[in-house]
């Protein structure tokens, strides 16, 4: 079988880590294995580099800033290629532009184009294990770009589907993905397996093991994706097109997002357009703007809510104010104390109960909710920040009490 | 003009210093110049990088070294730039696979076969300073090469050539070539000029201004060379083919090595091709011998003596003491605690005088000389280590003294 293996920086942070992931990777190697791996940067190597930049400069070029972060991942492959040396598994290690991994030039955030599966395959058919920087190629210019975040993940994903490889293999240091944050939900058990649309809600929401990106590469590509742990030595969660779910679970999974800001604009005109008006305008800012309420208030006016990421709030504050008179409404009520608490679940599309199930949950705990949205496999309402936990433990216990 | 600068890694070893040869940097471009810069890697991060591959792997492949140690120049051009574009200096990093630096094969060691000009030439046609990551190219097979110690005087030196530089400027902590070194010499003094061929028996002797790779690709390809201050701004020492001397020197420096031993063979027979035996053993070894001295003994008996580096006594003995058998001698002797003193000039060449001003100096201080050795512009003497200091001191002073 040829398996990709995707280590994250905590799993290479030190000499000693190294070591386990070699061991690994050798023994991945010595089942009779192709194998290539995708390693991060280690620990705190990139953001140790990013404050060595702005010790220089508060606010650098792109390119040049990809140009040093890229060194992080090099390191890694570097030293992890010595470490498997010494144990005797031919090994090489390769930058993005060794193995023609061509993206577009958004520096900092560049998208795959293409991977030349040339180099690695001649690797490959020497019997070495192949070792490659995640997180960074090359544009046409020969200039080294980074993928942005979840970058590695991505390359490994990529890597996988170019290569048609058997399986791909992300390490972290979870062991899976599980139905709630383990460590605030005592009850949070491990799913064996999960669909990629329901993942991307579990991502998107700020499930933190697997980026959106690598998860809807791996859909379109339809990757064999496993998220598995650096430490223990067991099966973790697939990730696939259609799980059967022989536990009858409705649900796969509950998220919780806080870094989120409900936004009110007060008082708009009850007349058509004022609505296109507000999100168009935000649309041109570039923010991104999740649910959306729109309310009936007296005398002729409307409230329009909707949530944006907290890291656009003053934008959003800016370019609203900016447009008061044009739009002509009252003022911007902004509330940074929410949260986003959502349930995720392929399962709910043939079951209407689900929704009602969750409400009942945040009735019993008096948790109020302020905003209600929802998609074929997902539930969203937005509450008070300081109710958030109780809340996912609230409906954890309704969908997975035994 | 087109001006290309080197500067070494102690030279941008944090932000200040960075801050500082940027000065320099931008002053040469705002005249007007097209500037090629070449930078080391800051400080100790390439020892930083070593001790991190020998804590994973005490002997990691050379090519894996090479992998990992390119990062370090790869950080200082990319931080460079940041500095030059917080100055409004418009500059690019280019690491050495970006400009197209060809090498050979040989991993921690890699000689110079190409460098395509294609690249600079563009963005120095764009106004931009064209920053090199020094030390580091790539061979047939687009692996990762290092050029081995002074690669980044070499890599400046051949990208002057390459480009048919004006000047080649390499920038270090000192103000430039001295007569003798001047921690020890007091009265040591800065040459204004000198040529490839003294230059390069000076580098050969220990002194650690240029390296000898660089110096003779300098002559071969006649680039303008210059040996200058980072810190201090004012002119070095121009390294050139030949050099009027103003001052009518007869010798322009006297150089120490200390990195020696001397190896006496002792009790070889007295028979045609012993000599040939014992140096084509070294020769086979890789062993470099330097002076070498015959001496008829008692009994149809010689010795043998010459000079190594310290390095490679170990080596050295092992060689021998494997073949006293085949070749007859009696034993090995080694005394490490031996210094080459030796004075270097063009002038010498016709100055029979000049050995016998060197001996003198060496006898007003009863310093015993164990051997000789000279060349066209090159006169050196093997004494005891100890005495070494005190006799680069009376040798200058005789020269020197006004």
């Given at each position: 079988?040829?398996?990709?293996?995707?280590?994250?920086?905590?799993?290479?942070?030190?000499?000693?880590?190294?070591?386990?992931?070699?061991?690994?990777?050798?023994?991945?190697?010595?089942?009779?294995?192709?194998?290539?791996?995708?390693?991060?940067?280690?620990?705190?190597?990139?953001?140790?580099?990013?404050?060595?930049?702005?010790?220089?400069?508060?606010?650098?070029?792109?390119?040049?800033?990809?140009?040093?972060?890229?060194?992080?991942?090099?390191?890694s492959v570097a030293l992890m290629a010595m470490q498997l040396e010494k144990m005797r598994i031919p090994a090489v290690s390769l930058a993005g532009w060794q193995i023609g991994m061509s993206t577009n030039s958004t520096y900092g955030g560049a998208r795959i184009k293409k991977i030349s599966t040339e180099r690695m395959r001649r690797e490959l058919d020497k019997n070495r294990v192949v070792l490659v920087a995640g997180f960074q190629g090359v544009n046409k210019y020969d200039d080294v770009t980074t993928l942005g975040r979840g970058g590695s993940d991505t390359t490994a994903v990529a890597i996988a589907a170019t290569l048609h490889a058997d399986k791909c293999q992300i390490y972290t240091d979870v062991e899976g993905v599980y139905t709630a944050d383990p460590r605030k939900v005592p009850n949070a058990r491990k799913l064996d397996a999960i669909t990629y649309d329901e993942m991307l809600e579990l991502a998107s929401l700020g499930s933190q093991v697997l980026h959106n990106r690598s998860v809807e590469m791996a859909k379109r590509y339809n990757v064999d994706l496993e998220v598995l742990s650096s430490y223990v030595r067991k099966p973790g969660t697939k990730v696939k097109e259609v799980v059967r779910k022989v536990e009858q679970m409705i649900?796969?999974?509950?998220?919780?997002?806080?870094?989120?800001?409900?936004?009110?604009?007060?008082?708009?005109?009850?007349?058509?357009?004022?609505?296109?008006?507000?999100?168009?305008?935000?649309?041109?800012?570039?923010?991104?703007?999740?649910?959306?309420?729109?309310?009936?208030?007296?005398?002729?006016?409307?409230?329009?809510?909707?949530?944006?990421?907290?890291?656009?709030?003053?934008?959003?504050?800016?370019?609203?104010?900016?447009?008061?008179?044009?739009?002509?409404?009252?003022?911007?009520?902004?509330?940074?104390?929410?949260?986003?608490?959502?349930?995720?679940?392929?399962?709910?599309?043939?079951?209407?109960?689900?929704?009602?199930?969750?409400?009942?949950?945040?009735?019993?705990?008096?948790?109020?909710?302020?905003?209600?949205?929802?998609?074929?496999?997902?539930?969203?309402?937005?509450?008070?920040?300081?109710?958030?936990?109780?809340?996912?433990?609230?409906?954890?216990?309704?969908?997975?009490?035994?």
């Open positions: 079988m040829l398996i990709v293996q995707k280590f994250g920086g905590s799993s290479v942070a030190d000499a000693a880590k190294i070591e386990r992931v070699a061991g690994i990777i050798a023994d991945t190697y010595n089942a009779g294995n192709e194998v290539v791996v995708v390693l991060s940067a280690q620990g705190d190597t990139t953001d140790d580099l990013i404050d060595k930049a702005h010790e220089i400069n508060a606010n650098p070029s792109k390119r040049e800033l990809d140009m040093l972060l890229s060194v992080g991942e090099q390191i649900i796969s999974g509950i998220a919780k997002d806080t870094k989120v800001a409900r936004v009110t604009v007060v008082g708009v005109p009850d007349e058509p357009g004022v609505a296109f008006k507000v999100f168009s305008a935000l649309s041109k800012g570039k923010i991104n703007v999740d649910i959306i309420l729109q309310s009936a208030g007296l005398g002729g006016t409307n409230d329009i809510s909707f949530t944006v990421a907290l890291d656009d709030v003053a934008r959003t504050r800016e370019i609203l104010e900016e447009r008061m008179d044009a739009i002509g409404f009252d003022h911007v009520n902004i509330d940074e104390k929410v949260a986003k608490v959502s349930i995720v679940g392929a399962g709910m599309m043939n079951n209407s109960g689900v929704a009602v199930r969750m409400f009942e949950a945040l009735q019993g705990k008096r948790i109020n909710i302020q905003m209600i949205s929802s998609s074929e496999i997902k539930l969203s309402v937005v509450i008070a920040e300081d109710q958030a936990d109780q809340a996912v433990t609230a409906i954890h216990d309704q969908f997975f009490q035994d």
